[in-house]
């Protein structure tokens, strides 16, 4: 299956700072849109606040591959 890496905004009701939260995975799913369901389940596990739906994390971008995340300059 392929790899993917997903880039994913926090939503407004779990950001301190919304627009400025993100959550970015690394995935393996058969497509595009599978990848982003999968770290969008991922993301809404890792968050302590049982009203998160994982479709509420919105998807930024998807990128085929694994790809570090370089951090902020």
């Given at each position: 299956m392929p790899k993917f890496s997903?880039?994913?905004?926090?939503?407004?009701?779990?950001?301190?700072?919304?627009?400025?939260?993100?959550?970015f995975a690394h995935?393996?799913?058969d497509?595009?849109?599978a990848a982003i369901q999968v770290a969008q389940v991922i993301a809404e596990g890792?968050?302590?606040n049982d009203g998160a739906k994982p479709e509420d994390f919105l998807?930024?971008?998807v990128l085929a591959g694994?790809?570090?995340?370089?951090?902020?300059?």
């Open positions: 997903v880039l994913l905004l926090y939503p407004d009701y779990l950001a301190n700072q919304y627009g400025e939260e993100t959550f995935v393996v799913a497509n595009k849109a890792g968050v302590a998807p930024l971008l694994h790809h570090d995340d370089l951090g902020v300059l």
